[in-house]
Nanobody
Framework: QVQLVESGGGLVQPGGSLRLSCVASVNISSIYVMGWYRQAPGKQRELVATITSGGTTNYADSVKGRFTISRDKAKKSADLQMNDLKPEDTAFYYC?????????WGQGTQVTVSS
């Protein structure tokens, strides 16, 4: 089993930046895929970005060129750098991990983009 703890959310103006961090309770080299998803009020949870243990990344079209996902083995984390944020990026952001045949979620962190 793995626990995931997210941090870094908050309120930011349009065009601003935030960096989300997801710290895992296990060595992330053993986690095949880590990712970030988001859910806005009244909408389904959607993929934002994923990264495999080999470093292969995948992004939603809506965030390509603005968001970057990365893994830090020393910190046991998967981070999401979000630049040029837009009001439509407002959502609850969740970290996910595929580990030992199971899927795990963190508790989430709120990101609000508003002037």
């Amino acid at each position: 089993q793995v626990q995931l703890v997210e941090s870094g959310g908050g309120l930011v103006q349009p065009g601003g930046s935030l960096r989300l961090s997801c710290v895992a309770s296990v060595n992330i080299s053993s986690i095949y895929v880590m990712g970030w998803y988001r859910q806005a009020p009244g909408k389904q949870r959607e993929l934002v970005a994923t990264i495999t243990s080999g470093g292969t990344t995948n992004y939603a079209d809506s965030v390509k060129g603005r968001f970057t996902i990365s893994r830090d083995k020393a910190k046991k984390s998967a981070d999401l750098q979000m630049n040029d944020l837009k009001p439509e990026d407002t959502a609850f952001y969740y970290c996910s991990a595929a580990y030992n045949g199971g899927g795990y979620w963190g508790q989430g962190t709120q990101v609000t983009v508003s002037s």
